[in-house]
């Protein structure tokens, strides 16, 4: 009896590896029934322009964010760039169903094929690891559907103070490996307070919200790797994004074991594996691309931004902020002078401005105009905001140490 059961298990072994031998290292094939479909022929649209470089997002939303999202998503719209949108599960069937029709009944989304919302979303807890976990089934899913060169996550909360267009003019002349990853390894409280508490997210088994979970007994701090911190909020190269889904050594899956005890792991699990890995340490630029304003001394979230913060905002050069409230005044005011954007309609740019530079309205796709790019003042800020970044002395002074 004994050697039958050895026999069995070591034919089960053997099966098992014959099929960990044949996955790919790279995530080539595309899902088939998430696949982008530019429909050419509808509108005779050329794409013997491509745009210089891509982005691919995750916009994630709560319970009560279908509005702040739609108004998102026209200002953050553009047809060379890719858009996950996740809806937390909490949500209400009719918040789900109002995206989902947002969504399909949109003619430009329809027809360019870029916009997805993920269809069986995630259950997220403040501070827990699923909202990690949902960034990495982010990553996943945009890997395999279509490509680009940097994934930005952001949240309903956000919004962009650059067009589209500047971004993409911006970042085209960058190395395609860098990572926008605020980090730190001076975690200070935060070595007590987060890194030896034990902490559960029940939203991991359960279809109820509910707190996290502590564990009595606290953990020692690793000596296997070394802790970092930062913001939650990053833009991470292509290649990056591969490294921590696919993981050819086994660090990012040895570092997301341990975040998911961890307080806050989106602050802390994208800084500890880039900072300790060889591969890809000296690709990181110290910055998040946020403007975001806490109250002195700092509190639990950061302050809502309003119209005082607008000239802050704009001379920060940075190109998304956070956070706002629901139809904050501020919005208008960035709609009207940094987006060119009026409601219901896209930011400005050259994909749906029409012929003459001076139309400002950008309701629809103008399909002979698709690969086209007009950048403002918006790219000219930015510019000077990464070049002061990635000088050489602000640029090793600032990479994981």
Same mark, same amino acid.
């Given at each position: 009896?004994?050697?039958?059961?050895?026999?069995?298990?070591?034919?089960?072994?053997?099966?098992?590896?014959?099929?960990?031998?044949?996955? !790919? @290292?790279?995530?080539?094939?595309?899902?088939?029934?998430?696949?982008?479909?530019?429909?050419?022929?509808?509108?005779?649209?050329?794409?013997? %322009?491509?745009?210089? =470089?891509?982005?691919?997002?995750?916009?994630?939303?709560?319970?009560?964010?279908?509005?702040?999202?739609?108004?998102?998503?026209?200002?953050?719209?553009?047809?060379?760039?890719?858009?996950?949108?996740?809806?937390?599960? /909490?949500?209400?069937?009719?918040?789900?169903?109002?995206?989902? /029709?947002?969504? $399909? $009944?949109?003619? =430009?989304? $329809?027809?360019?094929?870029?916009?997805?919302?993920?269809?069986?979303?995630?259950?997220? +807890?403040?501070?827990?690891?699923?909202?990690?976990?949902?960034?990495?089934?982010?990553?996943?899913?945009?890997?395999? @559907?279509?490509?680009?060169?940097?994934?930005?996550?952001?949240?309903?909360?956000?919004?962009?103070?650059?067009?589209?267009?500047?971004?993409?003019?911006?970042?085209?002349?960058?190395?395609?490996?860098?990572?926008?990853?605020?980090?730190?390894?001076?975690?200070? #409280?935060?070595?007590?307070?987060?890194? %030896?508490?034990? +902490?559960?997210?029940?939203?991991?088994?359960?279809?109820?919200?509910?707190?996290?979970? #502590? =564990?009595?007994?606290?953990?020692?701090?690793?000596?296997?790797?070394?802790?970092?911190?930062?913001?939650?909020?990053?833009?991470?190269?292509?290649?990056?994004?591969?490294?921590? =889904?696919?993981?050819?050594?086994?660090?990012?899956? @040895?570092?997301?074991?341990?975040? +998911?005890?961890?307080?806050?792991?989106?602050?802390?699990?994208?800084?500890?594996?880039?900072?300790?890995?060889?591969?890809?340490?000296?690709?990181?630029? &110290?910055?998040?691309?946020?403007?975001?304003?806490?109250?002195?001394?700092?509190?639990?979230? !950061?302050?809502?931004?309003?119209?005082?913060?607008?000239?802050?905002?704009?001379?920060?050069?940075?190109?998304?902020?956070?956070?706002?409230?629901? &139809?904050?005044?501020?919005?208008?005011?960035?709609?009207?002078?940094?987006?060119?954007?009026?409601?219901?309609?896209?930011?400005?740019?050259?994909?749906?401005?029409?012929?003459?530079?001076?139309?400002?309205?950008?309701?629809?796709?103008?399909?002979?105009?698709?690969?086209?790019?007009? !950048?403002?003042?918006?790219?000219?800020?930015?510019?000077?905001?990464?070049?002061?970044?990635?000088?050489?002395?602000?640029?090793?002074?600032?990479?994981?140490?």
């Amino acid at each position: 009896m004994g050697i039958k059961v050895l026999v069995v298990s070591l034919l089960l072994t053997s099966i098992v590896f014959s099929f960990l031998y044949f996955i !790919p @290292t790279r995530l080539t094939i595309p899902i088939h029934s998430w696949k982008p479909i530019i429909n050419l022929t509808k509108s005779n649209m050329s794409i013997t %322009k491509p745009y210089p =470089v891509t982005f691919s997002y995750l916009i994630s939303a709560s319970k009560g964010d279908s509005l702040k999202l739609k108004r998102m998503l026209y200002a953050l719209y553009h047809p060379g760039n890719y858009y996950l949108i996740h809806m937390d599960y /909490e949500a209400t069937e009719a918040e789900h169903r109002d995206i989902a /029709e947002f969504v $399909g $009944g949109n003619p =430009v989304f $329809g027809e360019v094929g870029n916009v997805w919302i993920v269809g069986k979303p995630n259950l997220v +807890t403040y501070r827990g690891p699923t909202m990690l976990a949902t960034t990495i089934h982010a990553l996943a899913l945009l890997l395999r @559907t279509c490509r680009w060169d940097w994934f930005i996550n952001l949240s309903a909360s956000d919004y962009p103070l650059i067009t589209q267009d500047d971004l993409i003019h911006a970042f085209s002349d960058l190395p395609r490996d860098l990572n926008f990853i605020q980090h730190s390894s001076h975690l200070g #409280w935060k070595l007590n307070k987060r890194g %030896k508490p034990i +902490t559960i997210d029940p939203a991991l088994y359960s279809l109820n919200k509910s707190e996290l979970w #502590w =564990v009595i007994k606290q953990r020692a701090l690793p000596t296997a790797f070394k802790l970092y911190t930062g913001s939650a909020w990053t833009m991470i190269s292509r290649s990056f994004a591969e490294y921590c =889904v696919l993981g050819w050594d086994n660090l990012p899956r @040895t570092l997301l074991l341990y975040y +998911t005890n961890f307080v806050s792991s989106p602050e802390g699990y994208f800084q500890t594996v880039i900072c300790n890995s060889e591969d890809y340490k000296n690709t990181t630029i &110290n910055h998040d691309l946020h403007y975001i304003s806490w109250d002195t001394p700092p509190k639990q979230h !950061p302050r809502s931004l309003g119209l005082r913060d607008f000239k802050r905002m704009v001379q920060s050069n940075r190109p998304f902020a956070r956070k706002f409230k629901q &139809n904050a005044p501020v919005l208008k005011k960035i709609d009207q002078q940094l987006l060119k954007r009026r409601r219901g309609e896209f930011a400005y740019g050259g994909w749906c401005s029409g012929k003459e530079k001076t139309q400002r309205s950008c309701s629809g796709l103008q399909s002979e105009n698709y690969g086209v790019l007009r !950048p403002g003042p918006g790219s000219r800020r930015l510019k000077s905001l990464l070049t002061k970044l990635l000088s050489t002395r602000n640029h090793q002074k600032q990479q994981c140490r």
